[in-house]
Structures are given as C-alpha cells and as structure tokens.
C-alpha cells in the first residue's frame, strides 16, 4: 500500500501533540511523517517557560524526544523551516533548498509576539519571551542592567514580570489599557490585583501609550509617553500580544482572516481540502485561541480526520485559573456580563486583597462568568456550574462569600455532575473517563491521573479530581484511605496510640511490627515525631537521625541556596545586651546575614554547613540554646513589656512568658506551637494570634486557644478567665498534650479544634473536667518531656559521631562552591541564577 | 575485584549514614552517597537537585514509593528514584546515577555515570 506523503509545518505544542495522538492511534504506519521544526530543539513545554529561570533546563521542558520520534517512526527536520508550499505541484520547499512532495499539510506554525512599532522598538536589550532563545537573551541582558520594563500587563506580561523580577531587577509594567489584564477582568479586579503586585515590589503603569524609546541618561533606555511622561529602564520586554505566524499560508494564497490568522473549519480544514491548521496560527469562527488546550483539540479533530474518523473542533471554553506572583487569578466565561439580561454579584474585600464576582442569567438559575483575584478556591466549582449549566442554589451570592461560622458554603455535589462535565480542560477528560478508571481498576487520585492524564496539566483541576476520585469510590463502596501512606495503614493518632501502648522506641521497630517497605518522607518524620513527643530522646540518635526532615537533621533552618540558619532562643524576647553583642560579633566573623524575626529573635542567615558546629559552638559558649525554629515543635513565647515598666500592664507578662518557653522549650507537636502573653488587654503581644495565649488581668490570666496567623489565620477563642499561675499551667499542659495525642500531621491547633466534635466546649470539658479521666495522665506525660529536656545543640556539639555529619563531603575537605553571595544593603544575599551565571557575583570569603 | 580496577574509593563504611545520606565531590561533581542496609546497598546520584537549584539531594529523607527506593528532595520534596534517577513527579527530569560497590569497608564508584 502507499503511504500518505504528510507534512507537519512546526513542532510546538500543538505539532507534538499531533504527533503523539497520531502515534496512539496505531495507524501512523499509513503514514510516511515528515516534520519542519525551525527551532535547534523538539517541541517544548512553552507553558512552563518561566520555569526556565527558576532552574529548569532546556532538557526538563522538553515534550518532543529524539528517541521517541524515531521509535514512532517520524522523520524530523530539525533547524529547517518551510518557506513555500507549491499547492499545484504538491511541493514544499525549506530555507535550506530541501523540496518535499506531500499529500497532505498540517500547519502549527503557532504565533509570535507582537512588538508594537514605535520608534526604537528595535534597539538593542529591547526582547520578548516566547523561546528558549529569547529567555537566554533575558537573562544575558539582565545581567548587566537594573531595572526592566515590560510592556503589556496581560497574562504574558504579567508572568514575563515576575521572571525579570525574579532575575533581581527593578520590574515595572506598562500597559496600554487603563487596567491589568483587560480581557479576562473587570475595573475592580483588575485594581485588586494591581495592589496585590505592586506590593511585590513591581511598579504598574497603566493607560500608558509609549510614543518612542530613546537613549536614557541613568539607564540604557528612556520610554516616553503620550502624556508626557517617561521612565528609564535598562531592558524592555514587549509582550503586546500574540500574531498567528500565517506568512507561510499567505504566500500559498491559503484563505486568512482580515486581522491574520488561517481560516480553518470545524474538520480544521484550511480552504485547501489538502491542508490542516491547528493551534495558534489558526482562525476558528473569527477566533484564534491563545492557549494550548484548544489547540490539543485541534490536534485530534485533524488526527480523526486524517484516519477518516469522525470528529469536529466545536469551539473551546477560554475560562482560565492562574497564580501570577503568588496571586490567584480566575476568569470564567462571560466575566464582563456582555449577555443582555445578565445581572452581577461582586464582593470586596480590601483589606485582604480578595474580589469575587459571578455574572448569572436574566431569570438568576444560571451562571454564565466569574472573576476570581486573591482567592480562585472558588473556581472549580464555579466552573462546573458554567459549563453544565446546574441550576444555582437560592442565592446565588452564597457562592462566593466568605462563611464565617453559621451557613457553610452550598457545596456543588460532585454528585450533581454529568458524566459529560469536564474536569480537567488541558487534557479533555470528563467525568466519565474518570469513572471509567475507576471501573478499570483504579483505586486512587495518583491511579486516576496516570490513567486519564487529568491533573497532570496545568494542575488547576488537581482539587476537584480528588473530590470526584473520592466520592466515586466512595459510592461504590470503596472506603477512601486515611492511611497516613503506602507504609502504614494507620492514621497519625493511631499510629501515636500504637506507640504509646507498646512502648515502642524506634521507627524499625514500629515498621516491623505494624508496616511495611521502607518508608518515606511522610510516615518518617511523623513517627520521628511521634517518638520525640512520646520519650524525648536525642533526635540525631542513631536509630532516628534518618528520620528527620532536613532541617531536623541539622539542626537549622534550609536556605534556598542550600545554606542554613541559626537563631537561638530568646525566651519571652528579653536578651541582656552582652548577649546581644555575642550575637553580633558571632554573625560578624562568620559574615551571616542578619534579621530581627517576627518571633522578637535574631536570625542569622547563610551559614554553610561546615560552619554550624563552630557558630553553635561559640553560642552555646555564651550561654545561648538552640531556638528549635527548624522543628515542629514550640517555637516561642512572644511578650509584651507588662507591669514592670509599661504604666498600663497589670501583671508581669515578660516573667510568665521566660518561665512558659522555659517549660515548654524542645516539646515536639504534630505542628509547630507558638505562644504569647500580654500584659493587658491593649495585646501588644498578639496572644490571641496564637495557639496559646495569654492576656493579664486585674485578677489572674485570661487563657485564648488555638489561634494562629500563617496562611489562614484565625482568632483564638477564649478559654478559661482569671486563671492563677497553678491552673493556667495545669490548662496549658493538658491542652498540649491532648493535642500531641490525638492531632493529625501537619495539623495546627485551630484545625485540629475546629474538627474536634464538639469543638471548645468539648475540649473544656475534657480539660477542664476532665470529662475523661486523661488530666493525670497528659500532665505526667508532659512532666516526662520536661524533665528530660537537653539543648540539642549542646549535645550534638559533644557528640564526635553526629559532628561527622557536618561535612560537605564524606572525602573531599572542600566547599560547595554552589553557594554564592552578593552584598545588598552591607548584608550577603544569595546570588540569583542569572548573577551566577554571568559571573558577577563575588564569592564572598569564607571565614572559619 | 579486577573489573573495578578503575573505581575511585571513595570513603569507609563508617562514613555513610545508615538509613540517611552523605555527599562525596568526585571529579569535581558532586554525588549523593544513601546507604540502605536492608538493601545491603549504597545508591549513588546527583546532590544537584535540578529543581531547587541547589546542592543538597544528599540531604533528603530517603525511602521507598511502591517499592522502588526514593529520596525526596529537602527544598521541594519531589522524591527521585535511587535506582535510575527519575524524577516521580515530573517525566522530563532525570538524573545520572552511578554503581557503588562494598569491598570490605571500602565504598568504591564507578565513576562513569551510567
Ligand atoms: C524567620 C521568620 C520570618 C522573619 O524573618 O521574621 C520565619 C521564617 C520562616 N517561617 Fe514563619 N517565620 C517567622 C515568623 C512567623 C510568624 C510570626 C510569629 O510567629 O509571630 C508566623 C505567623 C504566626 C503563626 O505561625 O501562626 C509565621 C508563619 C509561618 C507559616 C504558616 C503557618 C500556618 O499555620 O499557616 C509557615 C509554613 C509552615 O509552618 O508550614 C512558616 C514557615 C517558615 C519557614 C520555616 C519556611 C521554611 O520552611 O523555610 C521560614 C524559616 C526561616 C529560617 O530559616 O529561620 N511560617 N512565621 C520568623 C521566625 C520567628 C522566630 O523567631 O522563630
Ligand atoms: C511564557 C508563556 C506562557 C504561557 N502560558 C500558558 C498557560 O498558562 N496556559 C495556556 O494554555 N497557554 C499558555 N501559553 C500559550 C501556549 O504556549 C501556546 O498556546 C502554545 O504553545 C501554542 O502551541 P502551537 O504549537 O500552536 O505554537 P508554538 O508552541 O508557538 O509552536 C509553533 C512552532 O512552529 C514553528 N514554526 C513556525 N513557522 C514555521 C515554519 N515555517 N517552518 C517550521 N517551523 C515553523 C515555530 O518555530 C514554533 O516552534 C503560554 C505561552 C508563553 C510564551
Ligand atoms: S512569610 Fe515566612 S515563610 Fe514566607 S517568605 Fe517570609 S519568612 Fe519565608
Ligand atoms: S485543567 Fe489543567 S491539568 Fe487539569
């Protein structure tokens, strides 16, 4: 049989994923497949650029694999791009002479960023962000200057500042409209998201229309405005938008949209019968599509209909979830309520940077778009409602404002879902493929993933997939695992009951006993801890030293870099300024980079490991002990001044808070603990921030419980009032413990009360009464962990087998030469790739 | 032990950490050492963790997921396989692995990556 000649212009995203679906289908062997890829490498992950800066290589993005091509039988032209489709003959010439006959076309040039014409436009460090190429532009150019200007404050935009910020520029964006992101958002969100950037340090500029870029006088380049402004920068990135690369269809004399763009129809047929076009270059119904999703699709409708199945592009949802900077952004469908008869409901909150609005339909039952800015938790449900058209609850705004006790949110039952609903969009599985997997013998969401490819996208979809594994599994009986991993079958609270009463000492014995395998990085620093809270014995003892996280292991706290920090403990924030001295001749010699924390102590950062025995060394000469800020455990006792000096204090909160960190100090927690006293109802400590708060008053102590700040903060509810010194630490050790016994990893105390059936006034009853009889006991048990506190940095200091474990090397008397400083405000700061890159960094000399 | 005549010794026994891992510098590469005992084994791969861009693979917890050794990075916590260097989280990312032998008390690597 003779093959079909095919030819596939452009190995992007789009031209991969061509590549891949037609190789999955069994048939490509009716194929004799030659590929025109004008970039010097295969197909890459352009939605993962950025990455490029934070470390990824070339290599770690790429889609396309020689050996995978090869094996599939595809021949690629690498570096060569087409020039000319010859249609009569059925001829396709390339830039270096190669003429190809064909059968057949598919065209994925994709698009190319447009840069606006104004005059200078073409100087030199004027660059844009779509390749490798033009990312390793950035950063040489980068390199070199101090401050960066994007132009254009869209997705792109927004996400190529980020990566000039990233590279330690001054960032500023430019944006022609009057808001950030002007598709995808309204006037207010668009202004919460201004606020939420620039307090990240980049400058925004919007309704700004550069005229021209000329030479700077204290930079490379001065940008002038319309209104007469300017700004100097050193490089500009244009990022005004995409143009679909059509030039080559044009010449073919192929159909193109009148603002560019190759007309293809729903078979994405081109008007010549012979050629397809998919992803950006192509123009469905008016519309390019600049996200690789709905070019995926494409990319299987022309597979269909090259094996003469039947399939047709209908269109694709543009609904988009992203974190720009930290910030989460959500636009769903018509988010600007162009729909006549639409109606909206918005909600504000600018104190903490949040703006939801959903657009419904004339008669309120349907959701036709959302805008999501500081908080896109509401999206996948928001999104389902959208696109299945489920009736929406009686109130509709319910959906998107806070809950704060009372009504808990109308969830959307998964339930509810058509078995047609999409839950992932990058890869177009639906609710049935989902239960499809399931039926086949997947068990699990990492089951569901590897089987559907769900989730494995852009991760946006990752929560509602495990909603629908869950609730699928549940529903045909499967109990859903609590188990805290593959190792052991038990919960966290099992797992410290089965320690408790078997008196077990060590993780190869409870693995033995109730596991199995080896373990990992979950179940091992549980049960490290598990054991710490149970017996206390020395972390780095031989039989649990592999079981701690890293900063355990050491110690202190890991750096980016690699490097660590030190922060002693200052209990109750009080220090004698000789020991302040210490601390500052310590972080002096060793050249430590050096802060005053939020915990009112001093942190010392950029110490190597080799460095750590001999600054704790020196440390713990001077009488200081380990701060324990790398453990899960009690961190500190913040205080306010109290009745000693402050004119207003009614008791001596400094004295309470030294002797409750003296108490506590080492206690290892499913989470970390943090404690506070203030000496009187002013609360300049923040005790009910915390988990254990403690507020002065005319007649004894105020006790407020589990409280934290952190990523969702919460109050901490009074507990008990007018407490003597003997009850409050009574309460305080109960409560410790009761938490140690029955919380879950990685749960603080706000949670852990909050799914206490029950909640406070159980936990007074089981405190304070002593409704189970546990009082003696959890107070024992505390009395236990008390008695056998040591600083573990003393002993690791005296310990020549646990020392050995501060070497870089195991045989080499070397450093890593990895780790690189600059200076920044008289301080070392770690280098950033790119100044490690161009060598400019100076590394600073390590003293020892 | 003929055939690794061309391994490079690297430290005793009494360097590695049981359960855990340690880093040796071998032609100016750095190389993650894991020494599992149940395994009777030492894994070798890069310290270099692509991912956090800094040098610490070697400091990682180490265990198993689904039977295959792991460590888990201590930036991130992407765990990568001891056994090929894959990373379990992200196909594209693959590290180079070296064979490590016991000859006594002796660690001795091949020092071609395989
Ligand atoms: C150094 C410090 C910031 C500073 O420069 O001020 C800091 C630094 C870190 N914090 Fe913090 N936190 C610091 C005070 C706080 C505070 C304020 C406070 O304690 O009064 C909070 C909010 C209060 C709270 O915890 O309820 C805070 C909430 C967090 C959270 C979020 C916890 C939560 O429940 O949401 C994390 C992440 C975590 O623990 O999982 C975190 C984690 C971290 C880590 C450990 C992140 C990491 O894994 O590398 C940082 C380690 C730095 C280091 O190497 O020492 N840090 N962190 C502060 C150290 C205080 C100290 O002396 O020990
Ligand atoms: C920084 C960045 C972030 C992004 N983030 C997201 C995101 O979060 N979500 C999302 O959905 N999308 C995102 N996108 C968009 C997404 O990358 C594109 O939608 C997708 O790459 C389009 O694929 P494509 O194959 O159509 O085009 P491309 O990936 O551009 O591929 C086209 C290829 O064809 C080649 N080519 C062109 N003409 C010829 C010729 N004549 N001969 C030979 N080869 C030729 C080009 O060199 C190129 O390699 C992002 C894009 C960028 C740049
Ligand atoms: S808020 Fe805490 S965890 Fe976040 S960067 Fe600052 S110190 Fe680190
Ligand atoms: S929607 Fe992007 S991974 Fe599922």
Not at chain 1, 25 to 49: I, K, M, N, Q, W
Not at chain 1, 765 to 794: F, H, N, P, R
Not at chain 2, 84 to 100: A, H, N, T
Request: include cysteine; hydrophobic fraction near 40%.
């Amino acid at each position: 049989m003779n093959k079909t000649k095919l030819i596939l212009i452009g190995n992007g995203m789009v031209g991969h994923q061509f590549l891949q679906s037609l190789a999955e289908s069994g048939e490509s062997a009716r194929f004799d497949v030659t590929v025109f890829c004008e970039e010097p490498r295969l197909a890459y992950d352009r939605v993962h650029l950025s990455e490029y800066f934070a470390g990824k290589s070339a290599g770690d993005l790429a889609m396309g694999q020689p050996a995978q091509y090869a094996e599939w039988g595809f021949r690629v032209l690498l570096n060569e791009k087409a020039v000319a489709i010859d249609r009569e003959r059925q001829v396709v010439t390339s830039d270096k002479g190669t003429e190809l006959p064909y059968d057949r076309i598919v065209l994925a040039t994709g698009s190319y960023p447009f840069v606006p014409p104004v005059p200078g436009h073409d100087r030199e460090h004027c660059l844009v962000y779509r390749t490798i190429e033009d990312l390793e532009a950035i950063k040489a150019s980068a390199a070199n200057g101090k401050t960066g200007v994007v132009v254009g404050g869209g997705l792109l935009g927004l996400e190529a500042a980020k990566a000039l910020r990233d590279l330690g520029l001054q960032t500023h964006v430019v944006e022609f409209a009057p808001r950030l992101m002007a598709v995808q958002l309204d006037d207010a969100g668009g202004k919460v998201l201004r606020d939420k950037i620039e307090e990240l340090g980049v400058q925004v500029h919007t309704g700004k229309n550069t005229q021209q870029i000329v030479d700077g006088e204290n930079a490379v380049h001065r940008m002038e405005f319309a209104d007469g402004e300017s700004l100097e920068t050193d490089l500009i990135l244009f990022s005004a938008g995409i143009r679909p690369r059509d030039e080559l269809a044009r010449s073919a004399k192929l159909e193109i949209g009148e603002r560019g763009g190759i007309v293809i129809d729903n078979d994405c047929l081109t008007s010549d019968k012979n050629i397809f076009a998919i992803g950006e270059c192509a123009l469905w119904c008016g519309r390019i599509f600049g996200l690789v999703a709905p070019g995926y699709s494409m990319a299987k409708v022309a597979v269909a209909k090259l094996l003469g199945e039947d399939s047709q592009f209908l269109g694709a949802d543009m609904s988009t979830k992203l974190k720009l900077m930290g910030v989460d952004v959500a636009s769903i469908g018509d988010a600007h309520a162009h729909t006549t008869g639409s109606r909206s409901y918005t909600y504000l909150d600018e104190a903490c940077g949040v703006y939801k609005k959903i657009v419904v339909n004339e008669s309120g039952k349907q959701l036709l778009g959302a805008i999501l800015v500081g908080d896109a938790e509401d999206y996948g449900t928001l999104l389902q409602y959208a696109l299945n058209g489920i009736e929406l609850p009686e109130f509709p705004d319910s959906l998107i404002l806070p809950q704060r006790g009372g009504d808990a949110k109308p969830g959307l039952g998964v339930s509810a879902l058509p078995e047609s609903a999409q839950i992932c969009s990058c890869h177009d599985v639906s609710k049935g493929a989902i239960c499809q997997a399931i039926d086949n013998g997947c068990s699990d969401v990492a089951g569901v993933k590897g089987e559907t490819r769900a989730a494995t996208g852009c991760g946006g979809c990752a929560a509602l997939l495990t909603n629908v594994v869950n609730h699928e599994l549940e529903s045909r009986g499967v109990a859903v695992s609590t188990d805290i991993c593959e190792h052991f079958p038990y919960t966290r609270q099992e797992l410290y009951h089965l320690v408790r009463v078997d008196q077990i000492k060590s993780f190869d014995e409870l693995l033995h006993k109730h596991g199995k395998g080896k373990g990992c990085d979950i179940c091992k620093p549980t049960i490290g801890s598990i054991l710490a809270s149970c017996w206390n014995e020395y972390v780095l003892k031989k039989p649990h030293v592999g079981l701690q996280d890293t900063n355990d292991t050491y110690l202190a706290n890991m750096q980016k870099d690699g490097t660590y920090s030190v922060v002693p403990r200052v209990a109750g924030g009080e220090i004698t300024p000789d020991k302040l001295i210490v601390l500052g001749q310590v972080a002096k010699k060793y050249n430590l980079y050096t802060k005053i924390t939020g915990g009112q102590r001093v942190d010392l950062f950029g110490a190597r490991l080799e460095q750590l025995p001999l600054i704790w060394q020196e440390l713990v000469d001077a009488g200081f002990e380990t701060g324990h800020a790398y453990g899960k455990s009690v961190r500190t006792v913040k205080s306010c001044v109290g009745s000693t000096w402050c004119r207003y204090g009614v008791d001596d909160s400094v004295g309470l808070a030294i002797d409750i960190e003296n108490r506590y100090k080492g206690l290892r927690a499913p989470h970390k603990l943090k404690f506070a006293v203030s000496g009187c109802t002013r609360e300049c400590a923040e005790a009910q921030s915390k988990d254990v708060g403690i507020i002065a008053t005319e007649n004894g102590w105020n006790l407020y419980l589990c409280g934290n700040g952190g990523m969702k903060p919460r109050h901490a509810d009074l507990f008990a009032t007018d407490l003597d010194r003997e009850t409050l630490i009574r309460y305080i050790d109960r409560f410790l413990m009761f938490y140690i016994k029955t919380g879950d990893r990685l749960q603080r105390t706000s949670v852990w009360m909050d799914n206490l059936e029950g909640g406070l006034d159980y936990l007074r009853e089981v405190i304070i009464e002593d409704s189970l009889g546990l009082g003696d006991e959890l107070e024992a048990q505390m009395q236990q962990i008390i008695g056998t506190y040591e600083c573990e940095w003393k002993k690791t200091l005296e310990d020549p087998e646990a020392l050995k474990r501060f070497r870089p090397f195991v045989n080499a008397d070397a450093s890593d030469d990895n780790v690189v400083f600059v200076m920044e405000r008289d301080q070392i700061r770690p280098a950033t790739a790119a100044e490690k890159t161009a060598d400019k960094a100076e590394p600073i000399k390590l003293v020892s | 032990m003929n055939t690794k005549s061309n391994w490079t010794p690297l430290c005793g026994i009494n360097d590695l950490v049981a359960g855990s891992g340690v880093c040796a510098l071998v032609e100016g590469r750095q190389v993650a050492l894991f020494y599992l005992p149940e395994d009777d084994r030492v894994y070798a791969i890069d310290n270099h963790d692509p991912i956090g861009g800094a040098n610490v693979l070697s400091r990682g917890i180490v265990g198993s997921i689904a039977d295959e050794p792991v460590v888990a990075s201590p930036l991130y916590k992407q765990h990568f396989s001891l056994v090929d260097g894959r990373c379990l989280e992200d196909d594209g990312i693959r590290l180079s692995v070296w064979q490590v032998a016991l000859d006594d008390d002796v660690v001795l690597m091949d020092p071609t990556p395989r």
